[in-house]
């Protein structure tokens, strides 16, 4: 987050902040009434399953007195030995502390919760009561396995709504920033808060993550040079330039997941999957998927299928004049590639030589906490919605993840912005993060019933796609699974789970340090987070990681060892657009710069 602002207070900058808050608040009251105020019918719907949830776990939990009791006297004991703690502070001693933050918890780093007892009395305060209300409500008996996942979700994001680093009068941070700047920083909240409610269109908030003025897409983000070599209603076809006189013989293709922007994995010149890949000698391309609006709402994914990785596939091929490539998915581009290659496999198509997963889900058993926010009342709800418009908003696909980390990706900026009074910081991954995108409704009801609810593509013949009955089973290219330890959204066993799924070909799984971006996006310069392998390669993934060897560094370099086998020898570098496909833009390319506002930002 940027520094506080120290400059000496300025009376006619404080007047331009209320006349500022005076009018933003004007046009959202304007707005609010052009818009018919608050609908109480959606007020009172439950789309989300969280009343009837917790109405059930409250029944239960009333059916159960004794449990009730024994809760109440544990946190009553906390409590008290909390007062006891609190006395002895005062009186200059340093008691064990009753409660304490996990490691990493970044809300209470403020050298005032340790040092100040008021402060650490309030912070202990509300360790106990979130340790034992999560602890009552997860521990209760009977409910529906569902249920209760759904239950301890909310209720974590109920206790993170209340943590007293998120009020001004419990937060030792604001309370100096307030006298420091004789309340400055809270009118700045305040004008940062209108702002936010006015780019939500007045009905939701949208809380700004990023200073996006300092990224320029082509400039200092998504700038690694190459050109658009082919483009059809769904995509981009992105070949970039080499930089090494000779390459390998099979091109490189990467499909990313279409949720948000391509250059995730083309952020900065030195955390650039692309760039670091074409310094290998790889010729490398990447799909750049359309923001889809309306007018995509019947795209399904089968057209993402033919259109997409088919699409890319053919168009790669055709630029190099090859027969075969190697594949690279991320996540929900993953889980496409997968079933691309069950297509190629019943085609007996082997033009693909070996595929790269990335964080890719193939069996969706135990998908993690995203599956508290798929039921059938919630994508009933959701499809509802979608076939209203044509398509899933890139902003409620947003706020879903968001919640994931709440802490860090809601709670820390609205401390920032409102509070503090702050501006955030340019970032690129926290850009590219808020750079939404949004999902045609037919392809994501598919997607979410099909993938998600029933598991159907692990099945042999669970799922059919252009007349073709998809078998993983029998797919024959060498495969490399890269997952990573801390993710929320691919969590690794599963993600282990579905690389057990290929039965046929030779399967590599390694296991990253970080989470679901962080440890994908690692280049070998960082010397961070580490990797894990181990060639022994049974169905349990905890025996496989006992067993595992650690290494240090980027998974990067294992898996160019891995790749470099499977290049198909060496040729002289391909220039892109001088090939049988000739270049039709620069890169990154247009489709990557329309945001969701439908408007159009590049360099």
Known sequence: MNAPDTKPHDPAEIFKLYGDIARKSGELLAQAVKNGGANPQKLLEDELGIARAFFDAWVKLMNDPVQLAQAQMKAWQDYAALWQNTWLAMAGQKPVPVAEPPKGDRRFRHEDWQNKFLFDYFKQSYLIAA??????????????????????????????????????????????????????????????????????GGEQLRVKMVDDRAFKLGVNIAATPGKVVFQNDLLQLIQYAPTTDKVYRRPLLIVPPWINKFYVLDMRADNSFVRWAVGEGHTVFIVSWINPDAQHAKKTFEDYLTEGTLAAIDAALTATGEDELNLVAFCLGGTLAASTLGYLAAKNDKRVASTTFFATLVDFKQPGELEVFIDEQQVAALEKRMNKRGYLEGSEMATTFNMLRANDLIWSF?????????????????????????????????????????????????????????????????????????????????????????????????????????????PPAAHKYGYWTNRQQGDDPDAWLAGAQQHAGSWWVDWQAWVDKLGGGKVAARVPGKGKLKALEDAPGSFVAVRLDGKAKAG
């Open 131 to 200: 340790r034992h209300l999560h602890k009552t409500m997860c521990g209760i008996e009977g409910l529906d396995e569902n249920v209760a996942k759904k239950v301890d979700f909310y209720t974590r994001q109920y206790i993170d709504v209340l943590s007293p680093s998120n009020f001004a009068l419990t937060n030792p941070e604001v309370l100096h920033e307030t006298a420091r700047s004789g309340g400055k920083n809270l009118l700045k909240g305040l004008n940062n808060l209108l702002d936010d409610l006015a780019r939500g």
């Open 414 to 522: 609205v401390v920032n912005n409102y509070l503090m009074g702050r501006e955030p910081m340019a970032f690129d991954l926290l850009y590219w993060n808020a750079d939404s995108t949004r999902m045609p409704a037919a392809m994501h009801s598919y997607y979410l019933r099909n993938m998600y609810m029933k598991n159907l593509l692990r099945e042999p013949g669970g799922l059919t796609l252009l007349d073709t009955a998809i078998d993983l089973s029998r797919v024959k290219t060498p495969l490399y699974f890269i997952s990573t330890i801390e993710d929320h959204i691919a969590p690794w066993k599963t993600v282990y789970a579905g690389s057990r799924v290929f039965k046929n070909g030779a399967v590599r799984f390694v296991l990253g340090g970080s989470g679901h971006i962080a440890g994908i996006v690692n």
